[in-house]
């Protein structure tokens, strides 16, 4: 069995995707999720310049030999571009093996270890009111877990408020625009906002809440110990994590569950994190981690300490990263809850696919793959829309983290 040409397919149905297509001489052939949000055109030029001229001819059956070629081959390892460009050709890859089994993928990996996979969805406002409604249609939609963001009054668009309801895009301007950030306001502000949902909504939800790589692990520690009375199921990304040895200060002194990944390649980003057991959530994804084939490493090792998946599941993740991803959890054995940011109506249609939501769970599908597919004719319709995420600033002017 031989790669007889692979291409790649750039759409923006509402956002931009970057989709890699893998064909066979057997008629068979495979979808992979390139996406980097804000720098989709890096990729792309990785996977036309570099990566296909290398898979032609090859067997596409030698999943493991090609993600070694192509990381060890390369010499130059890691890195967000280099591991979605492998990410994609993986997951093309087990996309091809799976329809070859003719077997739904989750077979593949092992099989079945849950029936439903637990979400939570993003509900935000511009303040503590609009917030509380917000998780209030979340819980009516049938969700058991609900990340909460609100608004701080004097900070400008502070991190993931949304300009509609039940929907959330961030990277939405031509060039980057410009929010604000005070972390002192913060403080004072968001452990309001879980004091006042677990007033109005009781104990019986999981909450979360993303700190967003704004806090010093000091100031994260605070937020932490703050926010223990109201019971979070995890605080996510509360400092950044390039050093993780920063995250002791934080775990010494809070028992709020923390979770961190999803800006991480490899097992190397997270592997003192996972083996000093300072956090008990990693976040990697499909697409960002070096497909299936890595995160699964990822995930074994995580299982050794206890630590829970929580793959990363905002929109600029492609519903072929999200079906992927299920047929991953619905394996897993410590798998912990999945992200779930509902795509638009245009970018489901342009990726059709065999998922579906029910009763705050979603459930991937039996057709053999990870059953998302790519209708290009419509993808053309769709050209491609330059879009960054936005910049922080502190009141300053000094630069902050987004
Ligand atoms: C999350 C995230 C995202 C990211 C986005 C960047 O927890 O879902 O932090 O919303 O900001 O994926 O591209
Ligand atoms: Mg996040």
Same mark, same amino acid.
């Given at each position: 069995? $031989?790669?007889?040409?692979? $291409?790649?397919?750039?759409?923006?149905?509402?956002?931009?995707?970057?989709?890699?297509?893998?064909?066979?001489?057997?008629?068979?052939?495979?979808?992979?999720?390139?996406?980097?949000?804000?720098?989709?055109?890096?990729?792309?030029?990785?996977?036309?310049?570099?990566?296909?001229?290398?898979?032609?001819?090859?067997?596409?059956?030698?999943?493991?030999?090609?993600?070694?070629?192509?990381?060890?081959?390369?010499?130059?390892?890691?890195?967000?571009v280099t591991m979605r460009a492998i990410a994609a050709v993986d997951v093309a890859l087990w996309?091809?093996?799976?329809?070859?089994?003719?077997?739904?993928?989750?077979?593949?990996?092992?099989?079945?270890?849950?029936?439903?996979?637990?979400?939570?969805?993003?509900?935000?406002?511009?303040?503590?009111?609009?917030?509380?409604?917000?998780?209030?249609?979340?819980?009516?939609?049938?969700?058991?877990?609900?990340?909460?963001?609100?608004?701080?009054?004097?900070?400008?668009?502070?991190?993931?408020?949304?300009?509609?309801?039940?929907?959330?895009?961030?990277?939405?301007?031509?060039?980057?625009?410009?929010?604000?950030?005070?972390?002192?306001?913060?403080?004072?502000?968001?452990?309001?906002?879980?004091?006042?949902?677990?007033?109005?909504?009781?104990?019986?939800?999981?909450?979360?809440?993303?700190?967003?790589?704004?806090?010093?692990?000091?100031?994260?520690?605070?937020?932490?110990?703050?926010?223990?009375?109201?019971?979070?199921?995890?605080?996510?990304?509360?400092?950044?994590?390039?050093?993780?040895?920063?995250?002791?200060?934080?775990?010494?002194?809070?028992?709020?569950?923390?979770?961190?990944?999803?800006?991480?390649?490899?097992?190397?980003?997270? $592997?003192?994190?996972?083996?000093?057991?300072?956090?008990?959530?990693?976040?990697?994804?499909?697409?960002?981690?070096?497909?299936?084939?890595?995160?699964?490493?990822?995930?074994?090792?995580?299982?050794?300490?206890?630590?829970?998946?929580?793959?990363?599941?905002?929109?600029?993740?492609?519903?072929?990263?999200?079906?992927?991803?299920?047929?991953?959890?619905?394996?897993?054995?410590?798998?912990?809850?999945?992200?779930?940011?509902?795509?638009?109506?245009?970018?489901?249609?342009?990726?059709?696919?065999?998922?579906?939501?029910?009763?705050?769970?979603?459930?991937?599908?039996?057709?053999?793959?990870?059953?998302?597919?790519?209708?290009?004719?419509?993808?053309?319709?769709?050209?491609? $829309?330059?879009?960054?995420?936005?910049?922080?600033?502190?009141?300053?002017?000094?630069?902050?983290?987004?």
């Open positions: 069995m $031989k790669i007889i040409s692979a $291409k790649v397919i750039v759409t923006c149905p509402g956002r931009n995707f970057v989709t890699l297509k893998i064909m066979t001489d057997q008629g068979v052939y495979g979808i992979g999720d390139a996406t980097m949000n804000g720098r989709e055109k890096a990729v792309v030029a990785y996977l036309e310049d570099h990566v296909i001229p290398c898979l032609i001819g090859m067997d596409p059956r030698r999943i493991e030999d090609i993600w070694q070629y192509l990381y060890r081959g390369a010499y130059w390892r890691r890195g967000p996309d091809i093996k799976a329809k070859m089994a003719n077997m739904p993928l989750y077979q593949l990996l092992g099989g079945r270890s849950r029936d439903g996979i637990m979400v939570y969805g993003h509900a935000n406002g511009s303040d503590i009111a609009e917030t509380v409604d917000a998780v209030g249609q979340y819980i009516d939609l049938g969700y058991k877990a609900i990340r909460a963001q609100t608004g701080v009054p004097g900070i400008k668009d502070a991190y993931g408020v949304g300009r509609g309801k039940l929907f959330y895009e961030p990277a939405d301007a031509a060039l980057p625009s410009v929010t604000g950030w005070d972390t002192r306001k913060a403080l004072n502000y968001v452990p309001k906002l879980f004091e006042k949902l677990r007033e109005t909504y009781g104990f019986d939800h999981h909450l979360l809440h993303d700190g967003h790589h704004r806090y010093t692990p000091q100031e994260a520690a605070n937020l932490g110990k703050m926010l223990e009375p109201y019971q979070l199921f995890w605080l996510e990304d509360v400092t950044p994590a390039e050093n993780q040895e920063a995250f002791k200060l934080v775990r010494q002194h809070t028992v709020t569950p923390l979770a961190v990944g999803e800006i991480f390649n490899t097992i190397w980003d997270a $592997k003192d994190l996972i083996q000093n057991q300072l956090i008990d959530y990693i976040r990697c994804t499909i697409v960002s981690a070096g497909g299936v084939t890595h995160l699964r490493r990822i995930a074994d090792l995580a299982s050794l300490y206890q630590v829970r998946t929580g793959s990363h599941g905002a929109t600029d993740l492609s519903p072929v990263t999200m079906g992927t991803a299920l047929h991953f959890d619905t394996w897993v054995p410590n798998f912990g809850i999945q992200e779930y940011m509902r795509h638009t109506e245009e970018t489901d249609a342009v990726f059709p696919h065999d998922y579906h939501f029910a009763s705050g769970e979603l459930f991937c599908g039996e057709a053999p793959g990870h059953g998302v597919d790519i209708d290009e004719a419509l993808a053309a319709k769709y050209p491609y $829309k330059p879009a960054y995420l936005p910049v922080a600033r502190l009141s300053d002017g000094t630069m902050w983290n987004w």
